[in-house]
T-cell receptor, first 115, second 114 residues
């Protein structure tokens, strides 16, 4: 079974600054994807970024980028130029492609962007 | 992009009654959908995997007779909370995978049992 750990229950950052959210996972699988999801106060889950394990290059999406360290089983999310709208819960998630595409979520990090 | 629609967004019901929550994939076919439960300030906990045309697969500790799942078509899965009790009050979310391997989530249903 996979486990996903987010060691930072809460974080805060000043608007326009950069923040990094941590995520580690444990698995013996090789064919997997990793995700970061955002859940704003509306509680709608929104995909932030996705990383395929077989890709060495770190994924980026505008202000969002990841640091994927496969050997260390680490998958951190960096948010640059933080905006007030980035305030939300952030969940790291693991998906084993050989096991029915089930997502395993970390406990979440509550991010507050301060003006 | 692909959309998953969940209905209702909020429901209040009396103890002992049943409540049905619908999850629809609007522009793609989903042979598999997932149902999650989320307690306040906590993560999503997988309850069951809904498979079109077959029985759902429930996670350990989830009562299949209380949480009935039906996946009668490639675009619709339903979760029925039977004989609801106050402890069933929670936020329920469904999701489905699009063909390009992206999970889309419904808007969620806040269930309150009084």
């Amino acid at each position: 079974a996979q486990t996903v750990t987010q060691s930072q229950p809460e974080m805060s950052v000043q608007e326009a600054e950069t923040v990094t959210l941590s995520c580690t996972y444990d698995t013996s699988e090789s064919n997997y994807y990793l995700f970061w999801y955002k859940q704003p106060p509306s509680r709608q889950m929104i995909l932030v970024i996705r990383q395929e394990a077989y890709k060495q290059q770190n994924a980026t999406e505008n202000r969002f980028s990841v640091n994927f360290q496969k050997a260390a089983k680490s998958f951190s999310l960096k948010i640059s130029d933080s905006q007030l709208g980035d305030t939300a819960m952030y969940f790291c998630a693991f998906m084993n492609r050989d096991a029915g595409n089930m997502l395993t979520f970390g406990g979440g990090t509550r991010l507050m962007v301060k003006p | 992009g692909a959309v998953v629609s969940q209905h209702p967004s909020r429901v209040i019901c009396k103890s002992g009654t049943s409540v049905k929550i619908e999850c629809r994939s609007l522009d793609f076919q989903a042979t598999t959908m997932f149902w999650y439960r989320q307690f306040p300030k906590q993560s999503l906990m997988l309850m069951a995997t809904s498979n079109e045309g077959s029985k759902a697969t429930y996670e350990q500790g989830v009562e299949k007779d209380k949480f009935l799942i039906n996946h009668a078509s490639l675009t619709l899965s339903t979760l029925t909370v039977t004989s609801a009790h106050p402890e069933d009050s929670s936020f329920y979310i469904c999701s489905a995978w699009s063909p390009n391997t992206e999970a889309f989530f419904g808007q969620g249903t806040r269930l309150t049992v009084v």
